[in-house]
């Protein structure tokens, strides 16, 4: 496959999407291999980003962080989200109804990205889940049923650029589990996304039926258990379907 070739402003803004709270800080040559770009390209963008406040250097490990503009931003945009207000007590009531942990998530930059999340009052594992968490498409069933109703020729782009953190998944195999969850309206993953973690996600809906989101529930094999997922499953359906009319009735 040809690599595809960046803008100026689309590595930058790559370069941003490199932190989280796992991993704060970069060196030049970090960035620049993450990126596989120039070492001295990399130098000039974090320069430039450096100047307007969005990246901050530290003199000491001479590593790179998020500097305070982003920071701001990033409390304006979370709070300003409509999608993330209109999900707020519908993921509250969900957590507290099935006592597991509720999540928002979309697809961002190719990664089931989570928006906003609930734990619940027996969270399993902390830092799982959290707004601005995000984890590999095929580890979550949340990012499965973000992509079920792709075309193939998408799917398989995902799938390769995800091959490293998937390597034992085949192309046919995901292809026929992703068109299961297009037919049951829903897709529940084992193990896949933590050991012992069973996650059951929804997709959210606009007017049109394009797939925008999708709610997730995710709680330990012990208390999600098959003979009760059924359960669950219509529990974060209605939920899914709660938000639908309650962000597009204001939309």
Avoid: W
Wanted: with cysteine; proline share 2%.
């Amino acid at each position: 496959m040809k690599r595809k070739s960046f803008s100026s402003l689309e590595n930058a803004l790559r370069i941003l999407g490199l932190f989280s709270v796992e991993e704060p800080d970069f060196s030049v040559k970090e960035i620049a291999g993450r990126l596989s770009i120039a070492d001295s390209t990399a130098h000039r963008l974090l320069s430039t980003l450096k100047k307007e406040g969005f990246i901050a250097k530290d003199n000491i490990n001479n590593k790179y962080r998020l500097g305070i503009s982003i920071r701001a931003l990033e409390s304006v945009l979370i709070k300003d989200l409509d999608l993330y207000n209109a999900s707020a007590s519908i993921l509250f009531s969900l957590a507290k109804k099935a006592n597991e942990a509720a999540s928002l998530c979309i697809l961002y930059d190719n990664q089931t990205f989570y928006v906003n999340t609930v734990d619940s009052d027996r969270p399993v594992y902390h830092g799982l889940t959290y707004a601005g968490k995000s984890h590999p498409i095929l580890s979550t069933s949340a990012g499965k049923v973000l992509i079920s109703a792709k075309s193939e020729d998408e799917i398989e782009e995902i799938f390769s650029m995800e091959a490293s953190f998937n390597k034992a998944a085949t192309l046919q195999y995901d292809l026929t589990e992703l068109l299961h969850v297009q037919e049951k309206g829903y897709a529940i993953s084992y193990n896949n996304f933590f050991s012992g973690i069973t996650s059951i996600a929804v997709p959210v809906k606009n007017e049109s039926g394009d797939i925008i989101a999708a709610i997730e529930l995710i709680g330990p094999e012990q208390r999600i258990q098959p003979s009760y997922v059924h359960t669950y499953v219509k529990m974060v359906m209605e939920a899914a379907i709660e938000l639908e009319k309650s962000f597009f009735k204001k939309n």
